[in-house]
Nanobody, 116 residues
Framework: QVQLVESGGGLVQAGGSLRLSCAAS????????MGWYRQAPGKQRELVASIILGGRTNYEDSVKGRFTISSDYTKRMVYLQMSNLKPEDTGVYYC??????????WGQGTQVTVSS
């Protein structure tokens, strides 16, 4: 069984920073990519950033230049450094892991609230 545990969410003022961490454990076959999704109230879950084995990254347009994703796959960790946060970044942030064989896992989510 695979578990993803997120940490680092919280309440921050606009312009502030937060760093999210995600630790993966359990019987992971082989990691293809890890990433962060978010879901704002009343909206669909959307991809924020992802990083594949090898280091290539992908960002949602609104976070480019403000967020940085990084990983340490030997430790099964992925991080999201968020800077210059905006109220529209508010939501529940979910860690995601994609195995090479296509199986996808989700964390329980961590709340990020940005006040104006």
């Amino acid at each position: 069984q695979v578990q993803l545990v997120e940490s680092g969410g919280g309440l921050v003022q606009a312009g502030g920073s937060l760093r999210l961490s995600c630790a993966a454990s359990g019987s992971i076959f082989s990691i293809n990519a890890m990433g962060w999704y978010r879901q704002a109230p009343g909206k669909q879950r959307e991809l924020v950033a992802s990083i594949i084995l090898g280091g290539r990254t992908n960002y949602e347009d609104s976070v480019k230049g403000r967020f940085t994703i990084s990983s340490d796959y030997t430790k099964r960790m992925v991080y999201l450094q968020m800077s210059n946060l905006k109220p529209e970044d508010t939501g529940v942030y979910y860690c995601n892991l994609l195995e090479i064989r296509g199986t996808r896992y989700w964390g329980q989510g961590t709340q990020v609230t940005v006040s104006s």
